[in-house]
């Protein structure tokens, strides 16, 4: 699925697939310059999230906060956002 929108500040991107073999989920999203975001992805307990931020190419684990949703702030960018059950 891809979404975007252009707002005053820039382009916002949410794209999100779903590779069919592994069941993992990646998201595209983009933030303009000077905004920020706050991201809200359904969860399972079983399942482990990665943020990529394609600036500095950095990955950074998050630990599932074992509810039915993890909810995160991101600063302007462009991040990849992976969930699935194992990397």
Request: charged share 25%.
């Amino acid at each position: 699925v891809k979404s975007n929108y252009h707002s005053p500040f820039g382009e916002i991107v949410s794209n999100w697939k779903r590779n069919k073999g592994t069941g993992q989920v990646s998201f595209e999203i983009k933030i303009p310059e000077g905004s920020k975001a706050t991201i809200v992805l359904p969860i399972t307990r079983q399942q482990k999230l990665s943020i990529l931020d394609r600036l500095t190419n950095t990955t950074k684990a998050i630990d599932p906060n074992r509810k039915k949703y993890e909810e995160f702030a991101l600063e302007e960018g462009e991040y990849v956002i992976t969930a699935g059950n194992g990397f």
